[in-house]
């Protein structure tokens, strides 16, 4: 069964960093792109970065390329979201999902999370 617990995110204020965890299970890394979603309230479900199982692809919204770095650890089987230089527009619930494909047209698998919410607030 796939399954996918999400954590790091938090409360943090505008310029901060903070660094999202995905393990996953049911599979391995080695064999599945997988992409971090954000949603948040009135808004619509946003495709924030994806990393391919080869590592040799990465995907970045245009909204987050520079600041976020994913990367992950097949030992672990875990995705990272490393988030620099944070703003209130990054402020979602944060969640992971294997992707069929790494790009801006990418969608979440129907297995997810429950996610991790992150708020940047001063």
């Known amino acids: 069964q796939v399954r996918f617990v999400e954590s790091g995110g938090g409360l943090v204020q505008p310029g901060g960093s903070l660094r999202l965890s995905c393990v996953a299970s049911?599979?391995?890394?080695?064999?599945?792109?997988i992409g971090w979603f954000r949603q948040a309230p009135g808004k619509e479900r946003e495709g924030v970065s994806c990393i391919s199982h080869t590592t040799s692809n990465t995907y970045y919204a245009d909204s987050v390329k520079g600041r976020f770095t994913i990367s992950k650890d097949n030992g672990k089987n875990t995705v990272f979201l490393q988030m620099n230089n944070l703003t209130p527009e990054d402020t979602a619930l944060y969640y992971c999902a294997t992707v069929a494909f790494c790009g801006p047209l990418m969608r979440p698998n129907a297995a997810r999370g429950q996610g991790t919410q992150v708020t940047v607030s001063s």
């Open positions: 049911g599979f391995t890394l080695d064999y599945k792109n």
